[in-house]
């Protein structure tokens, strides 16, 4: 009797096991892709446990500069993508990488940097003012990274006519955080997105010294990776989140995010 207790309770665990591996296999998730900004600005943590509730899927985020997100998509390796380069990404569609890109949400960026402003750039001018920037030769820290913020600064500085950018530019090749940290540990200017700068903690000396130039404008889009390309990617469940995101739930949810009062993201998929 006890070797047969003993066999049976053997072969419960074993089933218990199975059934619940089988059980976690079954488990619907996805990979995403996503720029640090919706991860560093603390949407994710807020948007994503909705859409968890709504649909039983649970997403595992890979947060990059953009380029890097779409490097990612194009290897295969996520099953959607959440971006802000409007241009790279209706390129990555073009090349047949994604399937459809949709506008969600956006933001703007703004340029921060120390109180006492040495360079003179408060105001709404950022192309005049990455010029001050660089004829004070003014700290000034780049994210180097191939991110949409970093491409953003890319085109103010073109711009701007400045191909030597001056002695004080610093490329971090770093997320936004890091890249702001550095701003603040050394004085000098960066450019931020909105959210991630509402949502850093680090600031010391720091304050928002440009904003409000319509050029400023930070568009965020979401693109399911193209099953033609990479068959394995589950792009079935890709596809509920990208209609719920551009729902009226998700858009509601989007809007919902706020710190200390003030609202991050301005969903815009129906407009």
């Excluded at 994604?98 to 956006?106: A, L, Q």
Aim: with cysteine.
């Amino acid at each position: 009797m006890t070797r047969r207790t003993h066999l049976f309770s053997l072969a419960s665990l074993v089933a218990a096991l199975v059934l619940g591996a089988a059980a976690h296999a079954q488990s619907p998730s996805i990979v995403m892709a996503s720029t640090t900004s919706t991860e560093q600005s603390g949407l994710f943590s807020h948007l994503l446990p909705a859409f968890k509730q709504a649909s039983g899927i649970d997403i595992k985020v890979v947060a990059l500069g953009t380029g890097q997100a779409l490097d990612t998509g194009r290897r295969g390796d996520a099953d959607v993508l959440f971006v802000h380069d409007q241009a790279a990404e209706e390129k990555f569609v073009a090349e047949g990488f994604g399937v459809k890109r949709y506008p969600v949400m956006y933001n703007d960026f703004v340029l921060v940097g120390p109180a006492s402003d040495p360079a003179k750039v408060r105001g709404k001018d950022i192309v005049s003012a990455l010029q001050k920037v660089t004829a004070a030769q003014a700290g000034f820290v780049s994210r180097g990274d191939k991110s949409g913020t970093h491409a953003a600064e890319l085109r103010y500085w073109k711009l701007a006519g400045l191909d030597n950018k001056g002695a004080g530019y610093k490329e971090c090749g770093c997320g936004m955080g890091p890249a702001l940290n550095m701003a603040s540990s050394t004085g000098a200017y960066a450019l931020t997105d909105r959210g991630t700068w509402l949502n850093f903690k680090n600031r010391q000396d720091l304050q928002v010294l440009v904003e409000g130039d319509n050029r400023l404008f930070n568009q965020y889009g979401v693109m399911v990776v193209n099953p033609a390309k990479h068959p394995h990617v589950k792009v079935d469940l890709a596809q509920k989140f990208v209609d719920w995101v551009v729902s009226p739930a998700g858009q509601a949810s989007i809007n919902g995010y706020k710190i200390g009062g003030e609202q991050l993201f301005f969903a815009n998929a129906n407009k």
